[in-house]
C-alpha cells in the first residue's frame, strides 16, 4: 500500500513537471506581411518594410519566450508572386496579412484554415458582421478581417480658390452630377493657373483602377455583378466608361496615363498640375499630410474628399476594400495551430487595431476598436459618406478577381489611344472574362 | 543487354566520375524543371497541390484558339528578334571591324563601354530608358525638338515613345539592342584574332581591296562566330522580359507583351501553373525549332 501511495505521488510530480514542459515546446511562427503601414502617422522610428510588425512580434515574443516570430516583409508586386510560389511549392507561410482581392483566391483554392475552427466565437462576434460575410467562403472563414480602406475623390480646393472657383466644389453634401464635374474640370483647366490635367489617373496598371471604376459605378453601371458575373454588359457601365473616355480626350486627364506609374499621379498633385485624384483616408492622411510635412507639396494644400460624380438618378456608394489575416494549412499539429492561434489574435486584438488603423488612417474591423480617429473631421466624414451611401461591390471575393482585374488596363490604354472605343473595349473584356471565368 | 549496359559504364566510369560535377547539377536544376514543366503543362494547376487536374492539351488548345493576348505576346515577340538580332549582328560586326586595327587600349575602351550594359543592373539601366524616353521631361524628345524634328514628325507635339502603341515596342526593341551589343562584339573581336594576318597579306598582293578582303575573308572565317553568336542572341532576345516588366507593363494596349511576359502575369501572378507552363513549353519549341533551322542554314555554308 505504501509502495503503492509513493508511486501515485511519483506519478502525479511526473505529470505536474511534464505538463508546462510540453507547454513550453519551442514553436516558430512565420508571418509575411503586406506593406500598407509604409507612412505610419504617430510612429515615426517605423520607416522601413515591417519594421512594425517585426516590434509587434517581439512583443509577442517577450511574452512567450518560446515561441519564435520570424516575420517578412512583401512589397505589393511581390505579393503577388512570391505568395502563390511560396503555397504551389508547399513552403507557404503560417499567418499573411494581405487584401481580400488575394487571399479570397487563397480561400477558393481551400488552402486557407478554417477560422471559423480556430478562432473563439467571441472574437469573431466583435468583427463587423458584413466584413465577416465577405470573409466567408463556402461556409469557411478565409482569413479575419483587420480593417478597410475607402475610395473616395480627393479635391485640392486650395486650386480651386486660387482660381475664384471654390463654389464649384461640392463641399456642402460632397456629391457633384457628372455634368457638374466635367464643368468645374473644364473651368480650372482654363483659369490658367497650371492645372494642366484636372483628374490625375493611371491605368498603366491594374494598381489605379479603383480611380478608374468609380466613374463607371457613378453612372450606375457595375464591373462585378452581386453574383460574381461581370457587368461589361450593362449599359450603364458602357456610360461610365464613355464619360471617362470623354475626360481624358478633352485633356482633362493626364496625357501620359496609360504609362504613368502612382507615383506621377501623387506628383501631378503634389505640383499643382492636378487639382483632383482618387484615394482615402490613407492618401488624405498619410500620403498628402507626410508630404506637406516634409515639404514635397509645392502648391497651396487643402484635401476635401467627396464623392465621385454621379449621374442623375444615381447614389453610387463608395469603394470599400477590407484587408485580413490568412492562416495557410501547413499540416502543423494542434499544439502549433494553438500557438498561431494565439498570435493571429494578438495582431488582431482590439488595441493592434486601433494602433495600426491610426497609423494607417483605415477603419477597423472589429467593433470594440470604436472610431480610432474620432478627432478627425474627414475621418468622420467619410465613415458617415460610408454609412449613408452604402459600398460598392469590387468583386473582391469572387472567383477570378484577380485575373479579371488585370485584364482591364490594356483595353482602358487601347480606348484612350482610339484604339477601341468604349463599346469594343467592354465587348473585348467581356469575352475574355468568359475565357478567364471558364479555364 | 543489361550487363553489355552494365559493362559499359563500368568502362567508362572515370569518364562519368569527371563528368558528374557538371551533369548532377543540370539533372536537378534543368533537366528535371524542364520534365516537370512539360509534365504541368497538362494539368490544371493552381496553389493548392492537391487540386491540380489532369487536363490533356487543354491549356494548348485554349492558349492557340481562345486567349486573347497571347497570339500578340507570340507576334511581338517575332518582331523583337526580328528587329533586335541582325540589327546587332550588323553593328557588333561593324564595329567589331573597325576598332579591331587599333590600339590594344583603345580596343580595351571601346570593349568596356559596349559591354557595360551587360554587367549594369537592368532595374537602373531602364530607368536611365524611362527617363530617356519621357514625354514631358526626356531626353529623347529634347534632341528632336532642338533638330526641329518633332514638327516633322508629330506636329510639334511631344512624343509618348512609350505610350503609343506604333512606337513603344520600337522604343523597347532599341533598348533591348542596346543591352545585346556587348557579348556579340566581344566575340566577333575574338574571331577577327584567330584569323590569320598572312591571308589578308596574300590579299592585298593580289590586288584586293578592304571591302574585297572583308567580303572574302573576314566575313567567311568569322561564320563559326556569327553562327554561335546569331544562336544565343536569338534565344536570349525571344525571352525578352525585363524591358517589359520595368518599362511598359506589356502596354500600352498589349502593343509590347511578349511570351516571357505572358508567362509571368498568367503563370506566376496570376497562379494558373499550368497554363504558364503550357506557354513555356511552345516558347521552347519556336527557340527550338529556330535554333535548329539557323544551324542547319549556317552549318551548310560552313562545311
Redesign the interface.
Known amino acids: 500500500m505504501k509502495h503503492l501511495q509513493l508511486l501515485l505521488v511519483l506519478a502525479a510530480m511526473l505529470v505536474v513537471l511534464l505538463a508546462p514542459a510540453q507547454a513550453q515546446e519551442p514553436v516558430t511562427i512565420t508571418y509575411w506581411t503586406d506593406p500598407a503601414l509604409s507612412q505610419p502617422i504617430s510612429l515615426p522610428q517605423f520607416t522601413e518594410l515591417a519594421e512594425f510588425e517585426n516590434w509587434q512580434a517581439e512583443q509577442f515574443m517577450e511574452m512567450h519566450p518560446h515561441v519564435t516570430v520570424e516575420v517578412r516583409g512583401l512589397d505589393w508586386p511581390d505579393l503577388?508572386?512570391v505568395v502563390?510560389?511560396a503555397?504551389?511549392a508547399?513552403d507557404p507561410p503560417d499567418i499573411l496579412k494581405d487584401y481580400l482581392g488575394r487571399t479570397s483566391?487563397?480561400g477558393v483554392?481551400?488552402?486557407t484554415v478554417d477560422l471559423f475552427s480556430l478562432v473563439p466565437q467571441e472574437e469573431i462576434d466583435d468583427l463587423l458582421p458584413g466584413l465577416v460575410e465577405l470573409y466567408t467562403i463556402d461556409g469557411s472563414l478565409h482569413a479575419m478581417p483587420t480593417y478597410f480602406w475607402n475610395h473616395a475623390m480627393i479635391v485640392n480646393k486650395a486650386l480651386f480658390d486660387q482660381a475664384g472657383l471654390g463654389d464649384m466644389v461640392p463641399v456642402d453634401d460632397r456629391a457633384w452630377s457628372m455634368d457638374e464635374f466635367y464643368e468645374a474640370a473644364t473651368a480650372i483647366k482654363a483659369a490658367g493657373i497650371g492645372v494642366d490635367f484636372p483628374y490625375t489617373l493611371q491605368v498603366?496598371?491594374e494598381q489605379g483602377d479603383y480611380d478608374f471604376h468609380a466613374f463607371i459605378w457613378g453612372a450606375g453601371g457595375e464591373i462585378w455583378n452581386a453574383d460574381c458575373t461581370t457587368g461589361f454588359d450593362d449599359p450603364k457601365t458602357l456610360a461610365g466608361l464613355e464619360f471617362v473616355n470623354k475626360l481624358y480626350q478633352e485633356g482633362l486627364i493626364n496625357?501620359?496615363a496609360?504609362?504613368a506609374a502612382y507615383a506621377d499621379q501623387v506628383n501631378n498633385l503634389f505640383t499643382g498640375k492636378s487639382a483632383i485624384m482618387g484615394g482615402g483616408m490613407g492618401v488624405l492622411n498619410n500620403r498628402i499630410g507626410n508630404g506637406v510635412r516634409d515639404g514635397d507639396v509645392t502648391v497651396d494644400m487643402d484635401p476635401v474628399v467627396v464623392t465621385y460624380p454621379h449621374a442623375e438618378g444615381e447614389v453610387p456608394g463608395l469603394g470599400v476594400g477590407p484587408t485580413g489575416f490568412a492562416v495557410f494549412d501547413k499540416g502543423r499539429s494542434a499544439y502549433e495551430m494553438e500557438w498561431v492561434a494565439e498570435f493571429l489574435l494578438f495582431l488582431n486584438s482590439t488595441e493592434a487595431q486601433v494602433t495600426y488603423t491610426q497609423n494607417n488612417s483605415q477603419f477597423p474591423a472589429r467593433a470594440s476598436a470604436g472610431v480610432p480617429l474620432e478627432d478627425d473631421a474627414n475621418y468622420a466624414l467619410t465613415l458617415s459618406l460610408i454609412q449613408e451611401r452604402g459600398t460598392e461591390n469590387l468583386g473582391l471575393a469572387c472567383p477570378g478577381f484577380?485575373?479579371v482585374r488585370?485584364s482591364q488596363?490594356?483595353?482602358w490604354?487601347?480606348m484612350f489611344?482610339g484604339?477601341?472605343t468604349p463599346q469594343q473595349a467592354l465587348e473585348?473584356l467581356a469575352?475574355?472574362a468568359e475565357?478567364i471565368l471558364d479555364? | 543487354m543489361l550487363q553489355r549496359f552494365t559493362t559499359n559504364v563500368w568502362k567508362g566510369r572515370w569518364a562519368y566520375f569527371f563528368i558528374a560535377p557538371a551533369m548532377i547539377p543540370f539533372a536537378i536544376f534543368t533537366a528535371y524543371p524542364l520534365v516537370q514543366g512539360l509534365l504541368l503543362s497538362f494539368y490544371k494547376a493552381g496553389v493548392n497541390r492537391d487540386k491540380w487536374k489532369y487536363i490533356g492539351l487543354k491549356n494548348y488548345t485554349n492558349l492557340l484558339t481562345r486567349d486573347p493576348v497571347f497570339p500578340t505576346a507570340i507576334k511581338n515577340t517575332f518582331l523583337f528578334v526580328l528587329g533586335v538580332v541582325p540589327a546587332a549582328m550588323v553593328i557588333c560586326l561593324f564595329v567589331a571591324v573597325l576598332i579591331y586595327p587599333l590600339s590594344q587600349r583603345k580596343q580595351t575602351f571601346f570593349r568596356a563601354a559596349f559591354y557595360m550594359p551587360v554587367v549594369s543592373a537592368g532595374v537602373v539601366l531602364a530607368m536611365v530608358w524611362v527617363y530617356i524616353y519621357s514625354q514631358e521631361y526626356g531626353l529623347l524628345n529634347y534632341i528632336f525638338e532642338s533638330l526641329g524634328l518633332l514638327n516633322l514628325l508629330n506636329d510639334g507635339e511631344k512624343i509618348g515613345w512609350l505610350a503609343q502603341t506604333n512606337t513603344a515596342l520600337l522604343s523597347l526593341a532599341i533598348v533591348v539592342l542596346s543591352w545585346s551589343l556587348g557579348q556579340p562584339l566581344i566575340l566577333f573581336l575574338a574571331g577577327l584574332g584567330a584569323i590569320p594576318e598572312p591571308l589578308y597579306d596574300a590579299a592585298k598582293i593580289d590586288g584586293a581591296n578592304s571591302w574585297q578582303s572583308f567580303w572574302k575573308i573576314t566575313l567567311p572565317l568569322l561564320r563559326p562566330t556569327m553562327l554561335f553568336v546569331l544562336v544565343v542572341l536569338t534565344i536570349a532576345v525571344f525571352q525578352v522580359f525585363v524591358v517589359v516588366q520595368l518599362m511598359t507593363l506589356g502596354g500600352p494596349a498589349n502593343a509590347t507583351q511578349t511570351i516571357v511576359y505572358r508567362i509571368w502575369v498568367t503563370g506566376i501572378v496570376g497562379s494558373k501553373f499550368g497554363y504558364g507552363s503550357a506557354m513555356a513549353v511552345i516558347l521552347l519549341s519556336i527557340v527550338s525549332v529556330v535554333a535548329i533551322v539557323q544551324f542547319k542554314l549556317l552549318d551548310r555554308q560552313l562545311t
Open positions: 503577388a508572386t502563390p510560389t503555397l504551389a508547399g483566391g487563397y483554392e481551400g488552402v498603366a496598371s496625357s501620359d496609360t504609362t484577380y485575373e488585370i488596363p490594356p483595353h490604354q487601347a489611344l484604339q477601341e473585348a469575352s475574355e475565357f479555364m
